[in-house]
């Protein structure tokens, strides 16, 4: 595969393990652009909801996912209606369709090698990708793979502490039982099953607060032989 003419940190792992904080302070710290992939079938979602499509209308889905572009991705993955429930439904529906997961894909990979820069046209030097699959599908080039895991009942405490801050009402074993089911179905899919790259940096959360795992992931990123000088 032909390396990529930008510097790509591709993060994966389970949920609640920190990865998407821990993907953000990389990016800022290291001035490269980031994206959370899980969120993009969210935006295609939003989109079609916002343009008064059905969310099982797949060729309006096809159509949304090929017309996405980083102008119109970024401001997206700030905005509150994102994490809406009906989002969340529409996301769920145009994930089966398998031109959508095509056309993602390829954003994805063309957003990893050509990162967009802070100002209009630019291209940044290097871009952080947080998912499940980014080490192993995505951007299996990447110079540096890190899979970010902690053990479930921590993940479960995480997650319970994120609901209860947005006011939410939740009860630690349920939030437990329904993060081993999603453990389960995204380690056990046959497409693109979220497991570690062979080559992936292997940080465990479960004793690190986000300072010590921030400061493990940059040593790692700065021993990769293809790190940036400039940086």
């Given at each position: 595969m032909t390396p990529s003419p930008s510097f790509i940190v591709a993060i994966d792992g389970p949920a609640a393990s920190g990865k998407g904080t821990l993907a953000r302070r990389l990016a800022a710290t290291l001035g490269f652009a980031h994206l959370d992939t899980g969120a993009l079938y969210r935006a295609v979602g939003l989109s079609l909801l916002r343009a008064g499509h059905a969310p099982d209308d797949g060729a309006a889905a096809i159509a949304a996912a090929r017309g996405l572009d980083?102008?119109?991705v970024l401001p997206l993955m700030n905005d509150p209606?994102?994490?809406q429930d009906?989002?969340?439904?529409?996301?769920?529906?145009?994930?089966?369709?398998?031109?959508?997961?095509?056309?993602l894909l390829d954003f994805q990979?063309?957003?990893?090698?050509h990162p967009p820069g802070g100002a209009p046209g630019t291209?940044?030097?290097?871009?952080?990708?947080d998912g499940r699959d980014v080490g192993t599908v995505v951007c299996p080039q990447a110079p540096a793979k890190l899979f970010v895991t902690a053990d479930v009942e921590v993940r479960a405490r995480r997650r319970l502490s994120e609901l209860r801050n947005t006011g939410?009402?939740?009860i630690y074993d349920a939030v437990l039982e329904d993060m081993k089911v999603r453990d389960a179905r995204d380690s056990q899919r046959a497409v693109a099953p979220l497991k570690p790259a062979v080559d992936a940096f292997l940080l465990d959360t479960s004793m690190m607060d986000a300072d010590q795992a921030f400061i493990a992931a940059?040593?790692?990123?700065?021993?990769?032989?293809?790190?940036p000088d400039f940086l």
């Open positions: 980083a102008a119109t209606a994102l994490r009906t989002v969340a439904v529409a996301a769920s529906k145009v994930s089966v369709v398998p031109e959508v997961r095509a056309a990979r063309d957003f990893a090698n291209v940044s030097r290097g871009a952080v990708l939410a009402e939740a940059m040593d790692f990123i700065r021993s990769r032989p293809a790190f």
